[in-house]
Structure formats: C-alpha cells, structure tokens
C-alpha cells in the first residue's frame, strides 16, 4: 500500500507487532502503573492488533474482563483472532469519539500511542472519563515526534522531525499535552513520567520510525532536499546508530 505521496507503508498488523516488541520497557511501566488485579475490568481503547492484552489478561485472571477497541476493521479482525479462545477479552470495533459503553463501566482504561491519531484527543478523554467508575484509573503513553533524538547531522533530525510533526502525524506532540487536556476533561493528574527508549540498530528504527520512508516523502514533498536526505539516510546506515523517542507516561484517576 502506498501513501498519499506514492510511497509504499507497510503492513499494520506486522508494524504495530513490531513496535510492541520493541517497546518492552515502557509499556512495562505502562502496565505498572495501571495497578491490576483479579475481577477488575480494563478498556485498552486502540488496542491494534492486541500485542498488550495478554498481559492484561493475565493480571485480571478469568474473574476479569479486559475489552479491546480499535476503529480499523482489520486491527479488529487480527485480535479476534488471537484472542477467539479468551473468554474474558473482548474485542470491539469503535470510535473513542463515541464509546459503545454505558457510564462508569470500567475499572481502568489505557491507551498507548493511539491518541496521537485521533481528531479529537479532548472528546476521547472525555468520553473516558464518562466510561470510567468513578476513582477509575486512567494510564495514557503518546510520543512527542518534535522530541525524536537521531544521532549525527542536527538539522537534518530537526527537518525530518518538522516533516513528521507537519505531515505524517495528526497529534504530533500530544505527549507533552497530556496532563493539560486531561485536566481540562475533568481527570485528577496523579503523575507524568517519561521513557526515552534508546536504539543502536537502524534496521530497526527504520521499521519503527520510517526513516527511510518518510526521508523520501519529505523530499517527494519539497521539506527535504534530495542531495542532502540521501546523505543522512547513508550516514544513518553507516556509522554508529543512536535514536532516542520520547515518550510521556500520564496517570490519571476520575474523580469520586
């Protein structure tokens, strides 16, 4: 499948797979800090193709529930199948704009890097809030893209980054919003944390972060000039790799 700019992206299943194996450390603090236990029920609002619900799953045991929603249709389809002999995970297709919920369903609610996406990220934390019980726990990760740290030429990492933040990502610095527009939603903001997560293997970056890719449609776009994103793509790939995300961990609570 290619983009609006003629560039091929790859498979979202095996890209959202990708990321989750690579980001074991964070979403370990993510997990913690959503505090499970047996019989609770848990919303992972954006659960692509279900990399995180086993863990989740596992923590509330067959006493709990934990219920999966995603708006693309084929996401839906990969974690029903993974997940047809769980009882105890559901999954759903939805829009966090409008949840299929009633009022105060949920014991905890979490999403990871899906509210970067959303057209409206105060709606969804609104609609949250109406579908969490009251002292529900909410945890959120999102990336701040304006913050991605590439080692080697600085404005080439700042020109690929406006290019991201600009075109490639609806809610590009959502990350460094979040307590702000939970508050405003109507959350109590218990905690931010950070995780800068570091990569040595540009390969792998490159899946995750789209180097390559999004060096060429920043160049297709007039962002980048041809001579000088092939030069970084080159030195990318033949010196000494380092790239750091930043991600902005929020713990929040719905007021009693």
Known sequence: MANALGVPSPDKVTYMDTVAAAAVDYKQQLLDLLALKPGLTVLDLGCGPGADLPAMADAVTTSGR??????????????????????????????????????ATFDRARMDRALQHVADPSAVLSEL???????????????????????????MNRAFNRFTCSTMVRNATIGRQLARLARAAGFEVESVHTAAPVFHDFALADEIFAFTRNTERAIRAGAIERADGERWLAELQSADFTAAPLMFLLAARKPL
Not at 72 to 99: N, S
């Open 66 to 103: 934990v219920v999966g929603v995603d708006i693309d249709q084929k996401m839906v389809d990969a974690a029903t199948d993974r997940f047809h002999d769980h009882p105890h995970v559901e999954i759903h297709l939805g829009d966090g704009h409008a949840l299929p919920f009633e009022e």
């Open 129 to 155: 809030l109406r579908v969490l019980e009251p002292g529900g726990l909410l945890r959120i990760g999102e990336p701040d893209w304006d913050s991605l740290v590439v080692d080697g030429d600085l404005e």
